[in-house]
């Protein structure tokens, strides 16, 4: 398929998935309950930890972990008491475990009391076309309190060969505002430009079908490779392609 083809072939699979349909079966329903903007990136920063598996059993587990925090996550991060987070010794997704959960709402606090919050994190350390360096500063910053060495797994790291899939759709969440109501757009100092594809099994398939992506493993190296094919396409909003490429392999098995 010649370029342009391609790129009018995924343009229109964009819009087919990037609305508010896509919704209703993805977890990002879950930041969608709310309308803060720190309850939507702590729900969407805890929601994408957890996104592996099946995405009922995400989405399930996700809002159970929203009712733990009483539906209300920033005031949850920032007041809870010692008691309080008992209650989320219960919690468990696959590998992440109520230990993990506590150190994540430990950290996540360290964080806006300590460094201005998520979005100011990411922003001082964004380089102008990437935004991986930053994911791993923000890692070293997540866990620069006392933790748990188990829980740092559930934090990827970019310059240690990890695609960082997770974290990278939670970014989309944030910085993209789709004008279609899907990404919140809530990140206003970060541009789409800089953003990376979560690459997953589903979308690096079809990427490697339509020869955007030919290494074989799903690494850091891969996606960087998939990042510039997106570029090329478009180098203003490269991940909207990630609807495309999510929508043929997951809905369409292509």
Known sequence: MIQKDLKDFLDEKVLQYNNRKFIESDPIQVPHQYSIKEDIEIAGFLTSTIAWGNRKSIIKNAKRLMKLMDNAPFDFVMHHKETDLERLLSFVHRTFNGDDCIQFITSLQHVYKNHNGLEAVFVKHAKTNSLQMAISKFKTIFFEIEHLPRTQKHVSDPLKNSAAKRINMFLRWMVRNDQTGVDFGVWNELSPSQLSCPLDVHS?????????????????????ELDTSLRNLDSKDPVKYDF???????FEGF
């Open 244 to 250: 495309a490429l999510f929508g043929l392999g997951v």
């Open 204 to 224: 690096g398939n079809v990427a490697r079908k339509l020869g955007l992506l030919t290494r074989k493993q799903n690494d850091a190296k891969a996606l960087l």
